[in-house]
């Protein structure tokens, strides 16, 4: 072999592998000019679906997501309405935070009937590609088997490594894995170094004064920058050997990246490089960041929003079933509650799966699981719902990619945080979805009695050549049609083939 040729076939053999010359040999530095070297793994612009679930101590009180933070606040004035009453409801149903603490919420968190196995079997089942579960929260407390944090899942609780068991679990099912890291800027150590101010406990220290709770809620001090500065470093170990312990291709950070410089980069460039000797030199790596990063450099995620247009590169949504993030008895007053008492119900879920997938978007959506590990039946039925409309439809979602525009119809949305939509959509908004030549037309409503007319497919649509056929997928047999400057019009049958939004296969004539 000349040497002339071994370039070429080094390059085909890489081409072969599905890798970019320069993802195959790239090594990342901690500065995002390297970092966005990066580039988004197909198994991720494939999965479409990820399951996400918050889970940990304050399942126990199940009365709000950031319990370990609101416990503490005796004054609601500042403090979000939503929020307003956990102390009340803490000093009522457990104790002064002085006497009982969240350190105590610890040992009743026993997770006696969580079987990992059989939930992410029903994930799969219901369409999932990856699963993301909690490995620490703002608590401060690891759901792992952490060395550098010994308020952890395995010395303490459910004595059980969480995090490990949730990865054995995702590979026997051939799910791809992923964790969360939600501590960094959310962490709620600095909230219980405080004391009430009024009443005939002002000024009696929360439960942080014995020594024995400083590796839970940091030394009592006066001086919270050196309490940080330590912090920040615990994080880094704490975060390093969670990549390196249970080698996750998904890392989801609850805001920008954590500490940035040095150690938010340093954990960036660790985990590019370590997935990509886990993978034999192919990056399999999905880092999540919500804001303040280098465009490129990590797969950017919206929380309880979506993208308003077709996005260039592949990003993600996270939100949630259930009205907190956590499993909770009590309801959130947002006022924007579904009637069933759930954030979002399933009507209005997949149509959001297909905007968002529509836009190159993923889903991560969560769930709550109680505090005995046991997912509750309502939200299972809404992912059941869900599972039963991707038997169906699927094909319109998984190993799809976008068309040159996301679709048409009145509805629109903004891009950030909270913008979500959470009401049905349109009848006359549609979708598009690509695989291959196959061009799917997606209705997030019944479109009509009879017949309806999708405008940019018309016979002066470039992008669209001619058609062979129309079907109308859970259907039998094609459709009537006709294609003009309008647009093109599809018949409709008389039947619905299901309850949620439409998919419309529309095959190409071979060429």
């Given at each position: 072999m000349s040497r002339k040729r071994k370039p070429f076939l080094i390059a085909a053999f890489i081409g072969v592998l599905g890798l970019s010359a320069a993802q195959a040999n790239v090594t990342f530095a901690p500065n995002w000019k390297s970092l966005q070297q990066y580039k988004c793994p197909e198994w991720f612009r494939d999965a479409k679906l990820g399951i996400f679930m918050h889970w940990g101590v304050n399942t126990v009180p199940a009365y709000d997501g950031h319990y370990g933070r609101y416990m503490y606040i005796q004054d609601p004035n500042g403090v979000k309405a939503t929020h307003q009453s956990v102390y009340e409801h803490h000093v009522k149903t457990y104790g002064h935070p002085s006497k009982f603490g969240y350190k105590d919420f610890i040992p009743m968190w026993k997770a006696e009937k969580w079987d990992p196995d059989a939930l992410v079997h029903f994930y799969k089942q219901i369409g999932a590609r990856y699963i993301v579960p909690v490995a620490v929260h703002c608590d401060n407390f690891d759901n792992y088997d952490s060395t550098y944090q010994s308020w952890n899942s395995v010395n303490m609780g459910p004595k059980r490594d969480i995090i490990g068991q949730w990865k054995q679990a995702a590979e026997r099912h051939g799910l791809r894995f992923g964790v969360s890291s939600h501590l960094g800027e959310w962490a709620h150590v600095w909230y219980a170094r405080a004391s009430d101010t009024s009443g005939p406990l002002k000024g009696v220290p929360y439960d942080?004064?014995?020594?024995?709770?400083?590796?839970?809620?940091?030394?009592?001090?006066?001086?919270?920058?050196?309490?940080?500065?330590?912090?920040?470093e615990n994080w880094f170990l704490?975060?390093?050997?969670?990549?390196?312990?249970?080698?996750?291709?998904?890392?989801?950070?609850?805001?920008?990246?954590?500490?940035?410089?040095?150690?938010?980069?340093?954990?960036?460039?660790?985990?590019?490089?370590?997935?990509?000797?886990?993978?034999?030199?192919?990056?399999?790596?999905?880092?999540?960041?919500?804001?303040?990063?280098?465009?490129?450099?990590?797969?950017?995620?919206?929380?309880?929003?979506?993208?308003?247009?077709?996005?260039?590169?592949?990003?993600?949504?996270?939100?949630?079933?259930?009205?907190?993030?956590?499993?909770?008895?009590?309801?959130?007053?947002?006022?924007?509650?579904?009637?069933?008492?759930?954030?979002?119900?399933?009507?209005?879920?997949?149509?959001?799966?297909?905007?968002?997938?529509?836009?190159?978007?993923?889903?991560?959506?969560?769930?709550?699981?109680?505090?005995?590990?046991?997912?509750?039946?309502?939200?299972?039925?809404?992912?059941?719902?869900?599972?039963?409309?991707?038997v169906l439809n699927g094909e319109a979602i998984f190993d799809t990619r976008p068309w040159i525009k996301y679709g048409e119809g009145p509805t629109q949305n903004e891009t950030g945080y909270n913008t979500e939509p959470r009401t049905p959509w349109d009848k006359r908004d549609i979708r598009f979805t690509t695989k291959g030549k196959t061009l799917y037309t997606i209705a997030l409503d019944w479109p009509g009695e009879k017949a309806f007319t999708v405008t940019s497919l018309s016979d002066r649509q470039p992008a669209l050549g001619p058609i062979q056929s129309v079907q109308l997928l859970g259907h039998e047999g094609t459709l009537k049609w006709r294609r003009n400057a309008e647009g093109l019009t599809i018949q409709l049958p008389k039947r619905r083939p299901c309850k949620y939004a439409y998919v419309f296969k529309i095959v190409p004539t071979q060429q």
């Amino acid at each position: 072999m000349s040497r002339k040729r071994k370039p070429f076939l080094i390059a085909a053999f890489i081409g072969v592998l599905g890798l970019s010359a320069a993802q195959a040999n790239v090594t990342f530095a901690p500065n995002w000019k390297s970092l966005q070297q990066y580039k988004c793994p197909e198994w991720f612009r494939d999965a479409k679906l990820g399951i996400f679930m918050h889970w940990g101590v304050n399942t126990v009180p199940a009365y709000d997501g950031h319990y370990g933070r609101y416990m503490y606040i005796q004054d609601p004035n500042g403090v979000k309405a939503t929020h307003q009453s956990v102390y009340e409801h803490h000093v009522k149903t457990y104790g002064h935070p002085s006497k009982f603490g969240y350190k105590d919420f610890i040992p009743m968190w026993k997770a006696e009937k969580w079987d990992p196995d059989a939930l992410v079997h029903f994930y799969k089942q219901i369409g999932a590609r990856y699963i993301v579960p909690v490995a620490v929260h703002c608590d401060n407390f690891d759901n792992y088997d952490s060395t550098y944090q010994s308020w952890n899942s395995v010395n303490m609780g459910p004595k059980r490594d969480i995090i490990g068991q949730w990865k054995q679990a995702a590979e026997r099912h051939g799910l791809r894995f992923g964790v969360s890291s939600h501590l960094g800027e959310w962490a709620h150590v600095w909230y219980a170094r405080a004391s009430d101010t009024s009443g005939p406990l002002k000024g009696v220290p929360y439960d942080v004064t014995d020594p024995n709770y400083a590796g839970l809620y940091g030394d009592r001090g006066d001086d919270r920058t050196k309490l940080q500065a330590g912090f920040k470093e615990n994080w880094f170990l704490r975060t390093k050997e969670l990549v390196d312990k249970y080698q996750p291709d998904l890392l989801y950070f609850d805001s920008g990246l954590p500490y940035e410089n040095p150690y938010g980069l340093r954990i960036a460039a660790h985990f590019y490089n370590a997935n990509s000797a886990w993978h034999n030199g192919r990056l399999e790596a999905v880092l999540n960041v919500k804001r303040k990063f280098a465009e490129g450099a990590v797969v950017h995620d919206i929380e309880k929003g979506q993208a308003k247009e077709l996005r260039d590169l592949p990003w993600q949504t996270d939100t949630t079933i259930n009205s907190g993030w956590f499993y909770q008895t009590r309801k959130y007053g947002h006022g924007h509650e579904m009637p069933s008492g759930f954030y979002l119900d399933e009507t209005v879920l997949i149509d959001k799966l297909v905007d968002i997938v529509s836009k190159n978007g993923n889903l991560l959506l969560n769930v709550g699981l109680r505090a005995d590990g046991t997912l509750p039946d309502d939200q299972r039925y809404i992912l059941q719902e869900m599972g039963d409309w991707l038997v169906l439809n699927g094909e319109a979602i998984f190993d799809t990619r976008p068309w040159i525009k996301y679709g048409e119809g009145p509805t629109q949305n903004e891009t950030g945080y909270n913008t979500e939509p959470r009401t049905p959509w349109d009848k006359r908004d549609i979708r598009f979805t690509t695989k291959g030549k196959t061009l799917y037309t997606i209705a997030l409503d019944w479109p009509g009695e009879k017949a309806f007319t999708v405008t940019s497919l018309s016979d002066r649509q470039p992008a669209l050549g001619p058609i062979q056929s129309v079907q109308l997928l859970g259907h039998e047999g094609t459709l009537k049609w006709r294609r003009n400057a309008e647009g093109l019009t599809i018949q409709l049958p008389k039947r619905r083939p299901c309850k949620y939004a439409y998919v419309f296969k529309i095959v190409p004539t071979q060429q």
